[in-house]
């Protein structure tokens, strides 16, 4: 194993965990009612114990650092339950798109990556309601299950579309935005991914040889550009012959969107709201009969086992630069410390190439101008060391959560 290096682990304290309980319910969005209370209440909770509070919800990048690159944030190294996790985000669009977090304690580790689309506010609200859906489920049905996952995916859609339609009259573009969501959990030495949309987990395990390693895909890629999607598309929707369209050599459903699965993009889930004369003020009328999306996840799960040797979870933005073997092969043969950023920049670095350029050339590119050579990248990287018989990484009561900034250039702004 190799040795990692990182700053003083953050933990968080035992009036912080219990304040993460508490605020499991908060909503960036708090409703007319009650909604100076909350505010309020939100205050006084921020002034008692904001640090610790922020990392869980996402409000700035906890734990990690800004580089020489000014849109790419990163966590280094740093421990959960059977190992250590890095994670790295860099930021392409005007406002970030992607989200990332990494909840870890001693007896369980939690990650996800939500690639939004349309804007940022269907990956910003995954990100942060998911994981409360998944504790609060799990308490309920005695323990995690693929059962749980399904349902906590189920209620953070249930949940995006009450917010679609308290925002209806103001925002009726609110519809249109979606996120891919990849989430997995390890515990008790059993992996879960469950995955919508075209983010990707991929597994990299020793080779029969002891000294290579293999790639072995754990997601399935809900995007029309595969055969298999379009297929489906096709079988679910036999009356009608342009469910799928090709333009300019990419496929996209009804001409409009690559993804076939994802929380939100309500418009392509309830014909009743791409039909609405306020809908249709925005965008362009849609003939719907039925649902052309859906938001049910594909989930599997996997007793982990010696030869497993680390996992990469990351959004399409890293799979468009980088192939699963060439990923697995750099984490295989880097050091630890600062793997995810390693493997943005080889992704960045091939966007260069493709362009004629050189990495340095795209990293002093500002927000919005870099979107026309990459997409938002988020990595996450997972070493599974398989303590057996040992402690773990994380001792008694600690709390870990390391999430992404909301956006990079603000955060970078600020400080």
């Not at 190294?77 to 985000?89: E, N, Q, Y």
């Not at 939004?116 to 005695?142: T, Y």
Request: proline share 4%.
């Amino acid at each position: 194993m190799r040795n990692w290096r990182t700053g003083k682990t953050e933990r968080t304290s035992s009036l912080a965990s219990r304040l993460y309980i508490s605020l499991r319910g908060f909503r960036s969005d708090t409703s007319a009612g009650g909604g100076e209370r909350e505010r309020a209440s939100e205050a006084m909770l921020r002034r008692l114990c904001w640090h610790p509070v922020q990392r869980c919800f996402g409000w700035c990048g906890a734990g990690g650092v800004a580089g020489a690159d000014g849109l790419l944030w990163h966590t280094d190294l740093k421990p959960h339950a059977s190992g250590d996790f890095s994670i790295a985000v860099v930021q392409a669009n005007n406002s970030l798109e992607d989200q990332g977090k990494v909840l870890a304690s001693p007896s369980a580790t939690y990650f996800g990556v939500f690639d939004g689309h349309g804007g940022p506010e269907a990956s910003r609200f995954v990100n942060n309601r998911i994981f409360s859906h998944l504790h609060e489920i799990a308490s309920e049905q005695g323990g995690l299950s693929v059962e749980v996952i399904r349902k906590a995916f189920n209620a953070t859609e249930e949940e995006f579309l009450q917010l679609v339609k308290r925002s209806w009259l103001s925002r009726p573009n609110i519809a249109s935005v979606g996120s891919c969501c990849l989430v997995g959990a390890i515990t008790d030495n059993v992996l879960y991914v469950a995955n919508l949309g075209d983010s990707r987990a991929v597994l990299g395990k020793q080779g029969s040889d002891g000294r290579s390693v293999v790639a072995e895909r754990l997601s399935r890629d809900h995007n029309v550009a595969e055969e298999d999607v379009r297929k489906e598309l096709a079988e679910l929707h036999p009356d009608d012959s342009r469910i799928v369209l090709c333009n300019r050599g990419v496929w996209r459903i009804k001409g409009i969107i690559q993804v076939s699965r994802s929380i939100g993009d309500v418009y392509l889930k309830k014909p009743s709201f791409s039909r609405d004369p306020l809908f249709q003020q925005r965008a362009a009328p849609i003939p719907l009969k039925r649902p052309v999306m859906t938001s049910e996840p594909s989930i599997k799960t996997r007793k982990l086992t010696q030869q497993d040797l680390f996992l990469i979870f990351a959004s399409d933005g890293l799979w468009e630069q980088l192939s699963d073997e060439a990923a697995v092969d750099i984490v295989f043969k880097s050091p630890r410390p600062g793997i995810a950023k390693r493997l943005v920049r080889a992704a960045l670095t091939e966007a260069a190439k493709k362009s004629e350029m050189k990495y340095d050339d795209i990293k002093h590119m500002e927000k919005g101008v870099r979107r026309h050579y990459h997409d938002d990248i988020t990595v996450i990287v997972i070493y599974l060391d398989h303590f057996e018989g040992k402690a773990s990484k994380l001792q008694g009561s600690t709390f870990d959560c390391t999430s992404a900034p909301v956006d990079i250039f603000s955060l970078n702004a600020a400080t």
